[in-house]
């Protein structure tokens, strides 16, 4: 294992994912320890979701390691990263300055560890922060991210979602992106069906959202595809059937495409995701899968006078054909139905009113909060009264 940035100049942000001997064997975990030595770690800022810690195993897996350094543990936060959370790590940082910061946990732990140590140094308030992200400055403090769950990806990106107020910010910076990921795909053995379902979708709706990203290069695409493939064949037997090759197969499509939403981040179904998530309590990668169906049935009607993607239609029309082709399907119809099947048979509702989000007027409170930066990303220009009619075809 190579860590590609020194303790002591860490102005480039390369992430070294560790995978057991390259194969996904049992105990890439452990290589948690020779990253806090070649770090030369003798403190440890752990951030971790506590009942994930626990039932992973990761406890148990990393307990060694700590025997001769000195840990300070952040845990209690709530689940979607709250300021409020942020700043009681900030302050509790800075108190008790650590060498390095360890993430474990979901995406919320490992997002909300990105932000203690993007805003821990920084001589500008939080707020300042968040609605100006050039702000920001490099990190002194490294960071190891050990996710466990299959599906955000957060241990391979450079931005990490924050809430304040009930509005979802995201936070960008290359000093964001963690300096290690351990994936080590034993840790998700123990997550339930429910879960496994959820954060695999979000692993789907990423790959598919990354390929028809306006952002998307040769290099994302790869990760996406790769990724897409492999949620594919393995989410369902994950739910129902976990054995570890399914197992392993979702934390790699994971990680793939955090490495590519990392290039491009994401579009539409992210951005109309957050108040879905936030105000009704639907799990973050189910929100988002709510509504990809139907979106890539809205983007294969991409035309001349609505294109955003400054490589054209038929750019956009061959990368809808390509994810068309991964889900078996010939038109885009078929492909929604597809998303739809393939989320009923792991237990996930399709419609918005089996989630209790009915009205009029809940509809329009969703499509008017849409997460701009993230709609401007999707190859088709969407309007609100769009975006209106494309959630009544869900209700």
């Not at 590609?4 to 994912?17: E, G, I, V």
């Not at 993430?103 to 500008?124: E, N, P, Q, S």
């Not at 939080?126 to 920001?136: F, G, K, R, T, V």
């Amino acid at each position: 294992m190579t860590i590609r940035s020194a303790h002591s100049n860490l102005l480039r942000r390369d992430t070294t994912s560790i995978w057991g001997q390259q194969t996904f064997e049992p105990g890439c975990a452990s290589q948690v320890g020779a990253a806090l030595t070649q770090l030369g770690a003798k403190s440890v800022f752990l951030v971790v979701d506590r009942p994930a810690y626990e039932m992973s195993g990761a406890r148990s897996e990393l307990a060694s390691l700590w025997e001769d350094r000195d840990v300070v543990e952040f845990d209690g936060f709530a689940n979607n990263p709250q300021i409020e959370d942020v700043l009681h790590g900030v302050e509790q940082y800075r108190r008790v300055p650590c060498d390095v910061i360890v993430a474990v946990g979901g995406g919320t732990a490992l997002d909300i560890a990105k932000l203690i140590r993007c805003l821990t140094g920084l001589r500008h308030p939080p707020a300042d922060i968040i609605a100006d992200n050039s702000l920001i400055e490099n990190s002194a403090c490294p960071m190891v991210a050990v996710p466990t769950t299959a599906g955000t990806g957060a241990e391979a990106t450079h931005f990490a979602v924050l809430y304040r107020g009930g509005v979802k910010h995201s936070v960008a910076h290359p000093s964001i992106l963690p300096e290690v990921a351990v994936v080590d795909w034993r840790l998700t053995r123990s997550l339930p069906p429910r879960i496994t379902a959820e954060t695999g979708l979000d692993a789907l709706s990423q790959a598919i959202e990354s390929l028809w990203c306006i952002h998307s290069t040769e290099e994302s695409m790869s990760y996406s595809v790769a990724a897409l493939e492999l949620a594919l064949d393995n989410l369902e037997t994950a739910v129902h059937a976990p054995i570890d090759a399914a197992r392993a197969g979702m934390s790699r499509a994971a990680h793939l495409t955090g490495k590519a939403i990392n290039i491009t981040k994401t579009t539409a179904p992210h951005a109309i995701s957050y108040k879905i998530s936030y105000d009704f309590g639907v799990a973050h990668g189910h929100a988002v899968a709510l509504t990809l169906g139907p979106i890539l049935a809205f983007n294969a009607g991409v035309t001349e006078s609505d294109v955003t993607d400054p490589r054209g239609v038929e750019h956009v029309r061959r990368v809808i054909d390509l994810i068309l082709l991964k889900l078996g399907c010939k038109e885009a119809t078929s492909g929604r139905a597809r998303i739809a099947e393939l989320m009923e048979s792991i237990g996930c509702q399709t419609r918005l009113n089996e989630l209790g989000i009915e009205g009029h007027l809940t509809r329009k409170s969703i499509a008017e909060s849409v997460n701009v930066d993230r709609l401007r990303n999707n190859p088709r220009k969407i309007t609100i009264l769009q975006l209106m009619q494309l959630l009544e075809s869900i209700q």
